[in-house]
């Protein structure tokens, strides 16, 4: 069922060792998850057909399992055979299922290998079913009985232990902001210049992808650049500075919720105004939409992207741009999280006509636009990974019809898959970050 062979994957012992006990477990978390709204989700598919449409998995393999309503009949199945009066004592009448382990198999290869929790589902559904939400609780029900894909689950527990994704020392952090602190003084010729750490009373408290100090560190220059034309007063974390949250993709509401917590913590220690998410959709739409309720109380800190900051410096007139500075064709890509899911949409759009000579719609666009398969914790997950170049090639042929040479992407985890798939697809493009857009437009 998955893209694995091994017959020693970790993931088969553990469905293997699955028990009656494992099982009940299972049916406890799917009955709390399922509550009257989420009942009535499941039962409303009419089987229009829309969301297989929708879906850039099922549009490239054409595989019944991966039809978002086949898997919320994964879901439906369970809920009937044990939650009902006619699948408890007819199942064979209602469609109802066992729960067991080949189920179980079943709904990991389609839940979490066939999703990227996208939403693009969600929106075209005929009758308003929020699929995508109810595709996370069956990763939920998944990721209370250790079921959840090993790779994913590491990188969850990396951010847990280590405090960020990337699990990089807070010796080898400040040292990186220490360097490229350096760069961007060199940059702008001017020794003031700072990426400053711990500074309290900030106005804006940035958090960025750790694979920005990791493996991109001069998008991260980029963005200080961006505040040192703006004359911000701004800062960086010392620790839990990390804006990403695996937890979001693994189902685990207890670890998603710990870590969206440790922003809120360095927020009131640094006794900043306003959270600043750097480039990255999950992160986004875990931290500002997602975090409330899985901390069940009211977010009272201000949480905005770097790209509805940048925006309002055009807006009133804190930083020129010069777009002949990008003369290259360039395109957008909408990352979900931060579009469809969060609502930020005009924003990079309008950058954009200001800091490049010629921008290019992708078709479709904006909350319509195809995810391009790096989401949904796809990244971290190698057991599927073919799968997910081959769904990524809606998003190729988005791009090539564009006729850009550059793709802007306001989100790391789709500037890893786009830039497998400038790889794959022999696009030929550039991958850049916004912040790097605008950084090399600005007139200072």
């Given at each position: 069922m ?5 017959k020693?994957?970790p993931l088969?012992a553990?469905?293997?060792?699955i ?9 406890q978390?799917?009955s709390e998850?399922?509550e009257?709204?989420a ?21 490239s393999n054409?595989e019944i ?6 898997k919320?009949n994964?879901l439906?199945?369970a809920?009937k ?7 408890r ?5 209602g ?12 709904w ?6 066939r999703c990227?929790l996208c ?21 939920s ?18 951010a ?7 699990g990089?020392p807070r010796?080898?952090?400040?040292e990186?902001v220490?360097w ?5 003084q060199?940059?702008v010729r001017?020794a003031a210049a ?15 992808n750790?694979?920005?100090p ?5 998008s991260?220059?980029?963005?200080a650049?961006i505040f040192?034309a703006?004359?911000?007063n ?5 620790d839990?500075?990390d804006v990403t949250?695996?937890?979001?993709f693994?189902g ?6 710990l870590?969206?917590?440790r922003?809120?913590?360095t ?6 105004e306003?959270?600043?998410?750097g ?8 931290n500002?939409?997602?975090?409330p309720e899985?901390?069940?109380?009211k977010q ?5 992207s770097?790209?509805q900051v940048?925006?309002?410096y055009i807006?009133?007139?804190r930083i020129?741009?010069?777009p ?6 360039v395109?957008l890509?909408d990352?979900?999280?931060l579009v469809?899911?969060?609502?930020v949409?005009?924003?990079q759009?309008f950058i954009?006509?200001?800091a ?9 666009n904006r909350e319509?636009?195809f995810?391009?398969?790096g989401?949904?914790g796809?990244l ?5 990974a073919?799968?997910?170049?081959k769904?990524?090639?809606i998003?190729?042929?988005?791009i ?5 040479r550059?793709v802007?992407a306001p989100?790391?985890n789709c500037?890893?898959?786009l830039?497998e ?7 030929g ?7 790097e ?8």
């Amino acid at each position: 069922m998955t893209d694995m062979t091994d017959k020693k994957d970790p993931l088969d012992a553990r469905i293997d060792a699955i028990g009656p006990e494992g099982i009940r477990k299972a049916l406890q978390i799917l009955s709390e998850k399922i509550e009257s709204r989420a009942a009535a989700y499941l039962n409303s598919c009419v089987h229009c057909g829309l969301c297989a449409d929708s879906c850039h998995y099922y549009l490239s393999n054409g595989e019944i399992e991966s039809v978002p309503a086949y898997k919320l009949n994964l879901l439906l199945s369970a809920f009937k055979r044990y939650f009902t009066f006619l699948g408890r004592h007819a199942p064979s009448l209602g469609g109802a299922k066992d729960l067991d382990r080949e189920k179980l198999r079943e709904w990991i290869d389609s839940l979490y290998g066939r999703c990227s929790l996208c939403g693009r589902c969600t929106i075209n559904c005929s009758v308003g079913i929020d699929i995508s939400r109810l595709i996370r609780i069956g990763r939920s029900v998944l990721a209370s009985i250790d079921l959840v894909p090993p790779d994913l689950q590491a990188t969850v527990n990396t951010a847990l232990e280590k405090g960020n994704n990337m699990g990089i020392p807070r010796t080898e952090w400040l040292e990186t902001v220490q360097w490229l602190e350096e760069e961007l003084q060199q940059e702008v010729r001017n020794a003031a210049a700072r990426l400053p750490i711990d500074q309290k009373n900030a106005r804006y408290l940035y958090t960025v992808n750790p694979r920005e100090p990791k493996f991109f560190p001069l998008s991260l220059v980029a963005t200080a650049k961006i505040f040192f034309a703006a004359r911000e007063n701004w800062t960086l974390a010392s620790d839990f500075y990390d804006v990403t949250n695996y937890g979001l993709f693994s189902g685990d509401d207890a670890a998603s919720g710990l870590i969206s917590s440790r922003l809120l913590e360095t927020m009131k220690r640094l006794q900043a105004e306003t959270l600043v998410l750097g480039e990255c959709g999950h992160g986004f739409n875990s931290n500002r939409w997602e975090a409330p309720e899985w901390l069940a109380s009211k977010q009272d800190i201000p949480t905005i992207s770097i790209l509805q900051v940048i925006a309002d410096y055009i807006h009133q007139g804190r930083i020129k741009l010069d777009p002949t500075r990008n003369r290259k064709t360039v395109t957008l890509h909408d990352p979900c999280n931060l579009v469809r899911m969060g609502g930020v949409i005009e924003e990079q759009r309008f950058i954009l006509k200001h800091a490049v000579a010629n921008f290019v719609e992708m078709y479709p666009n904006r909350e319509k636009n195809f995810c391009c398969g790096g989401g949904g914790g796809q990244l971290s997950m190698s057991r599927y990974a073919s799968r997910r170049l081959k769904a990524g090639g809606i998003k190729a042929e988005q791009i090539k019809k564009t006729g850009a040479r550059i793709v802007v992407a306001p989100c790391h985890n789709c500037i890893d898959q786009l830039s497998e798939l400038n790889k794959e697809y022999k696009l030929g493009v550039e991958i850049k970050t916004l912040s790097e857009i605008v950084a090399a437009a600005l007139v200072i």
